[in-house]
């Protein structure tokens, strides 16, 4: 008897960040899934190309990733403006997205501008240009609450070096992320949102807007910040394989 397929997972990094920065953490699914990590343009490993200008043209380009190895439907995992793009893909092709798990994220429709990335947080972001090693500093202390080790410090500052950002393109990702306007109702029936009470860079309240506005579940982290599959793994894992069999 052929044995039934895996189920693909599909993971999604956020603004300006590369899938180098889950640090991991999909590796945690290879044994019971197949696992898929795009990389958006002008990120990471693609920090050459040209990130497109807003997030259903950036969607397009990695629903291609994704198509290019799979075919059939997926389950998005995504956090904070890979969120956004789960969540265009969801609503401009739902037949091929079978479930959609949403961490820190924010909609332009239902949260205000200072609630989604507060002034001092973009102001601190704009005061790196020119300096990719203190950008790099600067979104660890927004984005991670737990101490970081030495070696991952040095790993990512290394990896920062390799892959630098293009100016132009965190300008892209910043106003395509801030402009970004979500279906006023769940574009899928599984959906399921999780949120951090630490998160110094979107207010765990806009998280929990959209999870009130589509009537989808939210779990709540008490403590980790923005980055929360870098901040507690091991508590993100249990909570999506709690859901990932539904």
């Not at 704009?126 to 950008?135: A, D, K, T, Y």
């Not at 991952?152 to 970004?180: C, D, G, M, T």
Request: charged share 25%; glycine share 4%.
């Amino acid at each position: 008897m052929k044995a039934p397929e895996q189920r693909t997972l599909v993971f999604l990094r956020g603004l300006i960040r590369s899938r180098f920065h889950w640090n991991g953490f999909p590796q945690r699914f290879y044994d019971d899934f197949r696992v898929i990590e795009p990389e958006l343009p002008g990120n990471g490993y693609l920090s050459h190309q040209i990130t497109p200008t807003t997030i259903h043209d950036m969607m397009l380009q990695v629903r291609q990733q994704v198509r290019d190895q799979h075919q059939g439907p997926v389950t998005l995992i995504a956090i904070s403006m890979g969120a956004m793009i789960a969540t265009e893909w969801a609503r401009t092709y739902p037949d091929e997205v079978s479930a959609m798990h949403m961490i820190n994220t924010s909609l332009a429709n239902m949260s205000l501008p200072w609630q989604r990335m507060d002034a001092p947080s973009f102001l601190r972001l704009l005061s790196c240009l020119g300096n990719r090693e203190r950008l790099e500093k600067t979104i660890f202390r927004m984005t991670i609450n737990r101490v970081i080790t030495e070696d991952e410090k040095r790993q990512w500052l290394e990896f920062a070096q390799a892959h630098p950002l293009q100016w132009r393109n965190i300008f892209v990702q910043l106003i395509a992320a801030s402009r970004y306007k979500g279906p006023v109702h769940a574009p899928i029936e599984k959906v399921w949102l999780y949120n951090a009470r630490g998160d110094r860079l979107v207010k765990a309240w806009c998280t929990e807007r959209i999870a009130r506005t589509w009537s989808k579940p939210l779990t709540t982290h008490d403590s980790a910040g923005h980055d929360l599959p870098v901040d507690d793994p091991d508590w993100l894992e249990h909570s999506l394989r709690c859901h990932l069999s539904d």
